[in-house]
């Protein structure tokens, strides 16, 4: 069953601090709660850092203070649900501003929704992902490819998800991803052997970020 809602407003940024994507995020979510402007994804890259969500702890950053900065790679608390990641250039980020209640959609199916999103973009591109029912985000044989950490603010999304292109993965060795480093971090260019055209991707996430958004179904 669809659910009739207007197209996404789909706004590139470039790349963008993590605080002033945070700002950004916070405008966005209030514009959005007024009924100023139609649901919004922000596709975006951040410059090196790494976030803590509200179970985050500092015990997840193996890294000190010292060599973080030698990497220029800041520490920013994060709003989000879940615990630590890394956010850099390479890797593509997408915030949805959504408000689910229109949609219809409980923040379990959203995320799912983000997950199939993610699945079917990366299909385009000849990698194989998916689901795995223990752990949010999306996965391949080589590892995790992409994580997921949403909010909400009176029904409406921020914060999202950081799909991995072309980071540098040694930086993830620096912090325990999402509290599940055992699992392995991989990226789309490590597995094609190539680079990504990241500004063809962001189109193919967006078309497929919509797609499963106007799902009201959750099924896996």
């Given at each position: ?19 002033a994507?945070?700002a ?108 795995n ?37 040694s ?19 490590t597995?094609?052997?190539h680079?990504?055209?990241i ?6 996430i967006?078309q ?10 959750c099924?896996?």
């Open positions: 069953m669809l659910v009739s809602s207007p197209p996404l407003a789909v706004r590139d940024v470039g790349r963008i601090g993590y605080a994507a945070l950004l995020q916070d405008r966005l979510v209030e514009q959005r709660r007024q009924n100023h402007i139609p649901d919004t994804l922000l596709l975006l890259e951040h410059p090196p850092v790494i976030t803590l969500g509200r179970r985050g702890t500092r015990a997840d950053i193996y890294a000190s203070d010292t060599l973080l900065a030698r990497h220029g790679i800041d520490v920013h608390q994060a709003t989000r649900g879940g615990l630590v990641t890394y956010h850099g250039p390479g890797q593509l980020v997408g915030y949805p501003i959504v408000d689910v209640r229109v949609r219809k959609l409980t923040i379990p199916c959203y995320v799912r929704a983000l997950e199939h999103a993610i699945i079917a973009a990366l299909a385009t591109i000849g990698i194989a992902a998916e689901l029912l223990e752990h949010v985000g999306v996965w391949t044989s080589h590892g995790k490819i992409a994580a997921i950490g949403v909010a909400q603010r009176h029904g409406v999304t921020l914060h999202g998800f950081a799909v991995n292109l072309q980071p540098d993965l930086h993830f060795d620096l912090i325990n991803p999402c509290g599940i480093g055992e699992l392995g971090v991989t990226s789309a260019s597995i094609l052997g680079a990504v055209d500004s063809q991707f962001k189109q193919v967006a497929q970020v919509q797609k499963y958004l106007d799902q009201s179904t099924a896996n």
